[in-house]
């Protein structure tokens, strides 16, 4: 009978690997500093190309940090957190765990610009390195009333928090908003009422669920609240989708669609008059996706302020604004 390494063969031969968790071992300062650490390997340990890697680090850790609203309520919300540092060509690695550690020492402060500064200054003392980046992503709850019978519902935003601190010193911070409302065709409304004029035909124009993500970058020493976000971009397009409606609700959101027809081109150039309008913007990139309902593809459109060094138009993730 073949003896087996971790399980007791079926002739009763004991397992070679003894296999059992001890719950009362705790690990003293002598047993810790015994340990191997793998930041210490020899060089010639690290494996491909002797190069730097620009970003190293953790996805979606989770935790639930404090957000203050415009009207300075406080909001505990569960957060999806990315952080990444550089590494040089001659580190093996990072420790990770040591990034997740920076965030439990600062949870209990109220998340803002300042406070993603002090977290990716953390990272750089921490782990030796010279460029961090860090986003954190929730779901920011809004009330919202309906058009007409003023019911109030909940609205859910995605929003991320950017930070970036270069090798140079340099500190960038951005804020991500994706906004999602209605788009009605006005080529499709004009058909519509053609063939209601000419031939008495009833139809209906197509509209559709539509997304527009913001990214934006404050001017220095200003501020701008999410939900002065979220208010710049219904100003621009009226449309938003509704949470809560009865009939004339719904009646009225027909009619505001009819009032505000735009085509995807319109939207983004809606939307940057109303960003580029804003004092406290320094820069600004929108991204339109509408979900077409007369065909099986979407219509895309990018536009950015133009800045010079800043923001391109270089977004092709499209497939992240289905909603």
């Known amino acids: 009978m073949k003896q087996m390494y971790l399980h007791r063969s079926s002739s009763g031969q004991p397992a070679l690997v003894k296999r059992k968790y001890d719950q009362k071992f705790r690990a003293s300062a002598a047993y810790r500093a015994s340990m191997p650490d793998m930041m210490e390997v020899a060089h010639e340990a690290i494996q491909g190309a002797n190069v730097p890697i620009q970003q190293v680090g953790i996805h979606n850790f989770k935790l639930p940090l404090k957000y203050r609203t415009k009207a300075g309520k406080i909001l505990t919300l569960e957060t999806s957190v990315t952080g990444t540092v550089s590494l040089e060509a001659e580190l093996k690695g990072i420790n990770m765990g040591r990034i997740m550690r920076s965030f439990y020492e600062h949870k209990d402060a109220v998340t803002t ?3 993603m500064g002090k977290i990716l200054k953390s990272y750089l003392r921490t782990v030796a390195s010279k460029d961090a980046r860090l986003k954190i992503s929730f779901s920011y709850p809004m009330v919202r009333d309906s058009l007409r019978s003023r019911l109030a519902g909940f609205q859910f935003y995605n929003v991320a928090f950017e930070g970036v601190m270069t090798r140079d010193g ?3 911070r951005f804020i991500h908003f994706d906004f999602v409302y209605s788009s009605a065709c006005p080529c499709s409304a004009e058909l519509t009422e053609h063939a209601r004029d000419q031939r008495g035909a009833y139809g209906v124009s197509h509209s559709q669920r539509s997304k527009a993500r913001i990214t934006l970058e404050e ?7 999410i939900e002065d976000v979220h208010a710049l971009c219904l100003r621009a397009l009226q449309t938003e989708t509704q949470v809560m409606v009865k009939r004339e609700d719904e009646q009225a959101f027909a009619e505001l669609n009819g009032a505000n027809l735009k085509f995807v081109e319109d939207a983004a150039r809606l939307l940057y008059q109303a960003f580029d309008a804003d004092r406290r913007i320094k820069d600004f990139r929108i991204v339109c996706s509408h979900l077409e309902s007369l065909h099986s593809h979407d219509a895309v459109s990018v536009i950015c302020k133009g800045v010079k060094g800043g ?6 993730d499209f497939g992240a604004l289905v909603c």
């Open 219 to 225: 001017n220095d020493g200003k501020k701008i609240w």
């Open 170 to 172: 340099r500190y960038r």
């Open 311 to 316: 923001f391109t138009a270089d977004f092709m």
């Open 113 to 115: 610009g300042e406070w």
